[in-house]
């Protein structure tokens, strides 16, 4: 099926020659936020791991222990106080082009229309329109949106709107898909849908993934391993293997082993006398 190698086309000489198994890479990361009329905030302390080409890793934690912090470092949206970051063999010290973001809102803008929207990274990056005009289909295509690429974003739902916003971080070809909880806003039967749809969209496009969310089962659900943060500072508490089979179908986590996990990452937060 072509659209299996949909996200391995373009790469720079850089990312062609880092490390698979250390396609990102974080060492020693602390960062601290210095209000101008408050004491210093100190949102992360030593966080680091390591994410492989083409894995899909979520982050979970307590509420305000740092997860969208640490993914606006790694997309480069913000400093870090100190540590290395490095995506697909480069130094993170403002965003790049080999990283593509979803955020918690699908954030369309409403006066063009889906198609056009999707392109609004090409765009910026002035990369050839009709080269990118045709990946832009091929992506609405393989996310079910080919009828809609006319059509305005008041004309889609939200699990529609959220599907285009994943067409858009992708678009560019990033090597990187980075996603701050967006599919928080959905109703739980969405979230389910599209939860077996962004599966569906990783394995077809070859991306590596990291997720943020609030949501245990989900992190279980969709992911190779869980980063689990403690309460802020935010630190590492655990990083856990999810050894489920893939591909994978909703009804796995009714399975025993699901609900080892679940509890195994439930627990950290009920020592803390906090569950998320």
């Given at each position: ?15 062609a ?54 993914l606006?470092i ?13 995506v ?27 198609l056009?929207?999707?392109?609004v990274p ?97 992190a ?43 509890e ?6 009920n ?6």
């Amino acid at each position: 099926m072509a659209m299996k190698t949909l996200g391995r086309g373009r790469r720079t000489a850089t990312a062609a020659e880092a490390d698979e198994d250390s396609w990102i890479e974080v060492s020693g990361l602390h960062k601290v936020y210095h209000p101008r009329k408050s004491e210093p905030t100190h949102a992360l302390s030593d966080i680091g791991f390591t994410v492989g080409r083409g894995q899909f890793i979520s982050v979970v934690g307590p509420s305000g222990c740092g997860k969208t912090t640490l993914l606006k470092i790694l997309a480069g949206l913000i400093p870090r106080t100190e540590g290395t970051v490095r995506v697909a063999g480069r130094d993170v010290d403002g965003p790049l082009p080999e990283i593509g973001m979803v955020f918690q809102a699908a954030t369309l803008l409403p006066w063009r229309t889906i198609l056009q929207n999707v392109m609004v990274p090409a765009e910026i990056q002035r990369l050839d329109r009709a080269v990118y005009r045709e990946r832009a289909g091929r992506l609405l295509e393989m996310v079910g949106l080919s009828r809609f690429a006319d059509k305005y974003p008041d004309e889609l739902s939200g699990g529609m709107q959220q599907r285009a916003g994943i067409c858009r971080a992708l678009v560019h070809d990033p090597a990187v898909l980075l996603m701050d909880e967006p599919f928080g806003a959905l109703d739980a039967m969405t979230r389910e849908y599209m939860n077996v749809e962004l599966l569906r969209i990783w394995r077809e496009s070859g991306k590596t993934v990291v997720l943020v969310t609030h949501s245990i089962p989900e992190a279980v659900f969709l992911s190779d391993r869980v980063v689990v943060l403690s309460p802020r500072p935010g630190r590492i508490a655990e990083i856990i293997d999810i050894d489920l089979e893939r591909p994978r179908e909703l009804s796995v986590m009714a399975s025993d082993r699901a609900g080892v996990h679940i509890e195994r990452i439930r627990s950290h937060f009920n020592a803390q006398g906090v569950i998320d």
